[in-house]
C-alpha cells in the first residue's frame, strides 16, 4: 500500500524580500529532496490577509485537501489562535523565525508536531552593535532604520544593538517594513525635514538590507555635489546577506558589512517530516546562529588601514 504523499502549506511575508524569496528557495529544496507537496502563499506583508490564507487552508471542507503541516513566518503576531486551529485539526505547525509563548501548551494537547525554528535575534543585534564599533571607533552618529512597530525581532534587535554599540554612538531612529521602499521612502521624508541637515550622522544601519540599500539610494536620488557625496561615502550596513543580494552589496561596497541570517524554512521542513514519519514531537525551540559578513575582525583592521591612509 502506497503511503500519502505528505502535504505543507508554507506562508511567507512578502515577495519582495530576498530574506522571504531565501526561504522559499531552501524550502523547494528541502521538499524535493524529502518528496513532499508544498504550497507557498505570501501575505503582501498583511496580518489580515495571512490569516484568511492560513485558515482558509486549515478549514477546508475535503479532509484530503487539507495540508499535514503549516510552516508560518508570521507578518505580526505570532498567530496563536490560527496555531490552535490547526492543533485542533491535526495539523502540524512550525514557527519560522519567532517564538510563540503558546507552543508548550499546544503540544501537550496534540499529536501533530508543534515547534519553532528561529534565529538568535538577540545576537543579530549584537552582531550590529559591535559592527558599529569597528567601523565607527571615534564613535558618532547612526541613522537606524527600524522594521515594523510591534513586531519582537524589531525590538530584539534594536534593544541589543543599543546595548552592544560604544557609548560615544548616539542613535536615530526611522521606521520601515522591512522593504527596499519603505527604507527609501523613509529617508526621503527624513531629509524633508531642516534637523536632517543638522544632524552630524556617521553611519547608516538598517534592521535589514533591502532598507539599507534603499536608504542608500534615496541619498542618491534626493541629494546632489558635495551632499550626495558625503551621505553616499558613508558606510551602511543591514541584515540578512542572502546571495544575490546583500551578500553581492557587500562585495560591491554598497553596504560595508551585513549579518548573515540563515532561513529557516528548509530546517523546518525537514523537522516537520521527519516528526511525522516517526509519530514524534521534536525540539519545542530550536535556535540558529547568525553570524557578521565579514568578520568583526575584519572590520576592525580595514577601518583601522583605511584611517592610517588617511593619516599619511
Given at each position: 500500500m502506497l503511503m500519502k504523499k505528505l502535504r505543507f502549506l508554507v506562508s511567507l511575508i512578502m515577495e519582495e524580500n530576498h530574506y522571504q524569496k531565501q526561504h522559499a528557495a531552501a524550502v523547494q529544496d528541502a521538499a524535493q529532496r524529502l518528496g513532499v507537496d508544498i504550497e507557498i502563499v505570501y501575505a503582501g506583508n498583511d496580518p489580515i490577509t495571512q490569516t484568511e490564507q492560513l485558515l482558509n487552508g486549515i478549514q477546508s471542507t475535503a479532509k484530503e485537501s487539507r495540508p499535514d503541516g503549516i510552516l508560518c513566518a508570521p507578518v505580526g503576531t505570532s498567530l496563536v489562535q490560527v496555531a490552535r486551529q490547526a492543533a485542533k485539526m491535526g495539523i502540524g505547525w512550525g514557527l519560522l523565525?519567532?517564538?510563540?509563548?503558546?507552543i508548550g501548551e499546544l503540544r501537550a494537547s496534540s499529536q501533530a508536531p508543534i515547534f519553532a525554528i528561529t534565529i538568535d535575534q538577540?545576537?543579530?543585534?549584537?552582531?550590529?552593535?559591535?559592527?558599529?564599533?569597528?567601523?565607527?571607533?571615534?564613535?558618532?552618529?547612526?541613522?537606524?532604520?527600524?522594521?515594523?512597530?510591534?513586531?519582537?525581532?524589531?525590538?530584539?534587535?534594536?534593544?541589543?544593538?543599543?546595548?552592544?554599540?560604544?557609548?560615544?554612538?548616539?542613535?536615530?531612529?526611522?521606521?520601515?517594513?522591512?522593504?527596499?521602499?519603505?527604507?527609501?521612502?523613509?529617508?526621503?521624508?527624513?531629509?524633508?525635514?531642516?534637523?536632517?541637515?543638522?544632524?552630524?550622522?556617521?553611519?547608516?544601519?538598517?534592521?535589514?538590507?533591502?532598507?539599507?540599500?534603499?536608504?542608500?539610494?534615496?541619498?542618491e536620488d534626493q541629494t546632489i555635489g558635495a551632499q550626495r557625496e558625503?551621505?553616499?561615502?558613508?558606510?551602511?550596513?543591514?541584515?540578512?546577506?542572502?546571495?544575490?543580494?546583500?551578500?553581492?552589496?557587500?562585495?560591491?561596497?554598497?553596504?560595508?558589512?551585513?549579518?548573515?541570517?540563515?532561513?529557516?524554512?528548509?530546517?523546518?521542513?525537514?523537522?516537520?517530516?521527519?516528526?511525522?514519519?516517526?509519530?514524534?514531537?521534536?525540539?519545542?525551540?530550536?535556535?540558529?546562529?547568525?553570524?557578521?559578513?565579514?568578520?568583526?575582525e575584519k572590520l576592525t583592521g580595514a577601518t583601522a588601514l583605511k584611517t592610517s591612509q588617511m593619516v599619511c
Amino acid at each position: 500500500m502506497l503511503m500519502k504523499k505528505l502535504r505543507f502549506l508554507v506562508s511567507l511575508i512578502m515577495e519582495e524580500n530576498h530574506y522571504q524569496k531565501q526561504h522559499a528557495a531552501a524550502v523547494q529544496d528541502a521538499a524535493q529532496r524529502l518528496g513532499v507537496d508544498i504550497e507557498i502563499v505570501y501575505a503582501g506583508n498583511d496580518p489580515i490577509t495571512q490569516t484568511e490564507q492560513l485558515l482558509n487552508g486549515i478549514q477546508s471542507t475535503a479532509k484530503e485537501s487539507r495540508p499535514d503541516g503549516i510552516l508560518c513566518a508570521p507578518v505580526g503576531t505570532s498567530l496563536v489562535q490560527v496555531a490552535r486551529q490547526a492543533a485542533k485539526m491535526g495539523i502540524g505547525w512550525g514557527l519560522l523565525n519567532r517564538e510563540g509563548d503558546y507552543i508548550g501548551e499546544l503540544r501537550a494537547s496534540s499529536q501533530a508536531p508543534i515547534f519553532a525554528i528561529t534565529i538568535d535575534q538577540a545576537e543579530i543585534g549584537r552582531i550590529q552593535g559591535r559592527q558599529i564599533g569597528a567601523l565607527l571607533p571615534q564613535g558618532g552618529m547612526v541613522l537606524y532604520l527600524l522594521g515594523p512597530t510591534g513586531n519582537p525581532l524589531v525590538e530584539q534587535r534594536s534593544t541589543w544593538m543599543q546595548t552592544l554599540k560604544p557609548a560615544n554612538v548616539q542613535v536615530r531612529t526611522l521606521t520601515g517594513d522591512l522593504s527596499q521602499q519603505s527604507g527609501y521612502k523613509a529617508i526621503a521624508r527624513w531629509l524633508q525635514l531642516r534637523t536632517s541637515h543638522e544632524t552630524p550622522v556617521t553611519l547608516i544601519a538598517g534592521q535589514n538590507d533591502d532598507m539599507a540599500l534603499g536608504a542608500r539610494r534615496a541619498f542618491e536620488d534626493q541629494t546632489i555635489g558635495a551632499q550626495r557625496e558625503q551621505w553616499t561615502s558613508l558606510p551602511y550596513i543591514g541584515v540578512d546577506c542572502c546571495p544575490g543580494a546583500g551578500q553581492d552589496w557587500v562585495r560591491q561596497g554598497l553596504l560595508a558589512a551585513s549579518v548573515i541570517n540563515p532561513p529557516t524554512a528548509g530546517i523546518a521542513l525537514e523537522t516537520m517530516v521527519q516528526a511525522i514519519r516517526s509519530k514524534s514531537q521534536p525540539a519545542e525551540v530550536t535556535v540558529v546562529a547568525p553570524t557578521s559578513f565579514p568578520t568583526i575582525e575584519k572590520l576592525t583592521g580595514a577601518t583601522a588601514l583605511k584611517t592610517s591612509q588617511m593619516v599619511c
